[in-house]
C-alpha cells in the first residue's frame, strides 16, 4: 500500500500541472484576442450601436485610422465623413473633434508623452484639431 502513494501524488501532482498551465495558457490567448488590431472600418466607427461594443471597436481600430486613414490637410468635411461628427465630452479643452475610445475604469494607461494616468474613471480620446482653412493639422489620443 505504501508503495501506491507516491504513484498517486505524483498523478495528482502532474494533474494539477496540467491543469493551472492549460489555464494559464487560455487566459493569455484570450488576453492577446481580446487586444487585437482590426482595420479601420468607417461605417462600423460611426454606426456601432451598442457602446460598449463601440468603445471596443474604436480601441482596435483607432492605431489603423490614425497610421494609414487621417492625413494631414484633410478638410473637415472628409474628416468627418469616415469618423463622425465627435463625441464631445472635453469641455474647455482646444479640440475641434473628440472621439471617445475607450473608458480606463482605473487602469493605468500611458499616453504619448509617455506619461501614465492610473485615474478611476479615465477616458482615451482621439482629439482632432483643424488649421484656419479647416484643414487636418493634428491628432493625437488624450487621456482624461
Do not use: C
Amino acid at each position: 500500500m505504501d508503495q501506491d502513494q507516491p504513484r498517486k501524488n505524483s498523478k495528482r501532482t502532474w494533474i494539477a500541472i496540467l491543469v493551472i498551465g492549460g489555464s494559464a495558457i487560455i487566459t493569455l490567448l484570450l488576453i492577446i484576442l481580446s487586444n487585437q488590431k482590426i482595420p479601420f472600418d468607417s461605417n462600423r466607427w460611426r454606426t456601432e450601436t451598442s457602446f460598449f461594443e463601440g468603445l471596443e471597436l474604436r480601441q482596435k481600430m483607432v492605431d489603423d485610422l490614425q497610421r494609414n486613414v487621417l492625413t494631414y490637410g484633410m478638410t473637415r468635411t472628409e474628416v468627418q465623413s469616415l469618423i463622425g461628427h465627435g463625441s464631445g465630452g472635453l469641455v474647455g479643452e482646444e479640440f475641434d473633434l473628440v472621439y471617445k475610445i475607450e473608458n480606463l475604469a482605473g487602469a493605468g494607461s500611458t499616453n504619448r508623452s509617455g506619461s501614465t494616468s492610473h485615474f478611476q474613471g479615465s477616458v482615451r480620446w482621439l482629439v482632432i484639431i483643424f488649421n484656419e482653412r479647416d484643414q487636418l493639422s493634428d491628432w493625437r489620443i488624450v487621456t482624461r
